[in-house]
């Protein structure tokens, strides 16, 4: 299995802040991995999202994303990363279609000075289809529920068909059905096309089956990092093991 | 109406059309893409640069362009290389600029307000020369160019720089562009609507389509139209109720903006709910 992800003893520090948002994190992941980064609010999830894709810069340490430095080469890098952040929610007065949201996911990878084509529109049709909102695709992003706009934004993801898909929190505005369906659309596509997934959440009971490594982080490190076996104990048990407080 | 035969009025009233084109396009970039406060900075970065050519007696509009360049400069690649915060950055540009147009006003005491001067804080039909045209057709050209050969990036960066950030665009250039062109468009405008004014025109007729349209694609094509219709209409009121050109583009501009939020569709439908699922 080829190397993803690699970090080494990486701090992330937000401007105008001492202390780093995430310390000394060392972590890396392979093809095909499938991982979840569980842990209370402000234990970092985010920010260690974000350093991976480099839309913030490591205070310190290395991080490489499929073998190149992200510092240097963070664009290219993100081309092939699906990244849907936490809460994103498009004001209802915002003149963006459904359509044009999944599409624009895309835009990077097309490259400059080039239109998107058929076989572009078709592919974010088809993602959209396949998670059941291609119907809304000429509605305003605006208009759209929580829900719609979480599996629209997942849609914007998928449709650039990265290599490594980060998400934030992607299930949480999600109704009780399309919390059965989505996830586990997620886990198929992984096993189909090998895709290497990483979702923070700070909801323990939403590990999916295909799920192969747990990472926990609290105060800005990872405290357990565990590639799971039958003989893993149950997440809520760890977490009482390592005394943290269980989120949700 | 014969003064419209009248030379000076054709190159005013085309001056207008170009001007109201132009900054209604823009504008659409500057409001969606936040720049709303570097727009006043580079008004009257421009407005500053005018003054110091009327002091010196030297043509205002490559004295204002100047100053505008060096504004965007300040603004973008220096503020991004200091980290400075856009709200600092323009808080100390803005009324550095003001200072330094006044400084520069009461260096060309002789003139006064009742020449130059004026024509620079308020804008002036009269002033309108033939090579203005030329510059607005030009720089309309060129502008409309590159919107199309980058509509695709820019349209990204319009609804999330962080998110077109993250799928791989390089957004800094593009902010830069939309910063530098804003400058130019102020510049060749300051002379029909004044230095004081000229900002309400990049985001009066865009704020005015976004009252309307739910499609980025209708927003670019209404807005310049709004412009210029506004802008020639503040020509005509102008001139029948002989008050400055300028003010009254701004407040032609000012009450369809205002009528456009009374008759918005858009504020209608509040209340009605999300698309079911």
């Known amino acids: 299995m080829g190397e993803i992800i690699r970090l080494e003893n990486v701090y992330t520090t937000y401007e105008g802040e001492k202390r780093p948002a995430i310390r000394n994190i060392n972590l890396s992941a392979h093809s095909n991995e499938f991982i979840y980064v569980v842990g209370p609010n402000a234990a970092g999830k985010t920010t260690l999202l974000e350093t991976i894709n480099g839309l913030l810069p490591p205070s310190g340490g290395r991080v490489h994303v499929f073998g190149q430095d992200v510092r240097k080469n963070g664009r290219k890098v993100r081309c092939d990363i699906g990244y849907v952040p936490q809460d994103f929610i498009v004001d209802p007065g915002e003149p963006y279609t459904a359509l044009d949201i999944v599409l624009m996911g895309m835009y990077g990878k097309i490259g400059i000075l080039r239109r998107p084509d058929r076989r572009d529109f078709n592919k974010a049709i088809e993602t959209m289809r396949s998670l059941g909102v291609d119907k809304l695709a000429n509605q305003p992003m605006g208009k759209l529920s929580g829900g719609q706009q979480q599996k629209v934004m997942i849609a914007r993801a998928l449709a650039k068909e990265p290599k490594l898909l980060l998400l934030d929190e992607p299930f949480s505005n999600l109704d009780i059905d399309s919390r059965q369906r989505i996830p586990s659309f997620i886990g198929r596509l992984h096993e189909e096309k090998g895709i290497t997934t990483i979702i923070v959440t700070h909801d323990v009971g939403q590990i999916l089956k295909q799920c192969n490594r747990v990472v926990i982080m609290n105060n800005g490190e990872t405290i357990t990092d565990e590639k799971l076996a039958e003989d893993t104990p149950p997440l809520k048990e760890l977490y009482q093991i390592l005394r943290v407080e269980v989120p949700g | 109406m014969i003064w419209l035969e009248l030379a000076i009025m054709q190159r005013a009233l085309i001056g207008c059309i170009l001007a109201g084109l132009l900054t209604g396009l823009l504008g659409v970039f500057v409001v969606k893409m936040k720049l709303s406060s570097m727009g006043y900075c580079m008004s009257h970065g421009a407005f500053a640069g005018a003054a110091l050519g009327v002091a010196m007696a030297v043509n205002p509009l490559t004295t204002a362009f100047i100053f505008s360049s060096i504004t965007a400069f300040f603004i973008g690649p220096v503020a991004d290389k200091a980290r400075l915060h856009a709200d600092v950055i323009t808080s100390i540009i803005f009324p550095l600029n003001m200072a330094l147009a006044f400084v520069f006003l009461t260096l060309s005491p002789e003139v006064g307000l009742k020449s130059e001067v004026a024509n620079v804080l308020w804008g002036s039909v ?91 694609k209708k927003i670019v094509f209404v807005s310049p139209i709004i412009g210029a219709i506004t802008c020639v209409s503040g020509l005509f009121v102008s001139l029948f109720l002989d008050l400055p050109v300028g003010s009254c583009i701004v407040l032609v501009s000012t009450l369809v903006f205002a009528l456009a939020v009374l008759f918005s569709p858009k504020r209608r439908r509040k209340g009605v709910p999300a698309y079911a699922d």
Request: charged content about 10%; glycine content about 4%.
């Open chain 2, 126 to 216: 009269l002033s309108i020369a033939y090579y203005d045209l030329v510059y607005l057709t030009l720089i309309c050209t060129i502008t409309l160019a590159l919107i199309f050969l980058f509509w695709k990036e820019l349209f990204a960066i319009m609804f999330e720089r962080k998110l077109a950030e993250a799928d791989g665009i390089n957004t800094k250039p593009f902010i830069y562009f939309i910063i530098f062109l804003a400058g130019v468009v102020v510049t060749l405008s300051l002379k029909l609507v004044g230095g004081l004014l000229i900002f309400a025109l990049l985001f009066n007729p865009a704020s005015t389509a976004l009252q309307f349209a739910n499609n980025m």
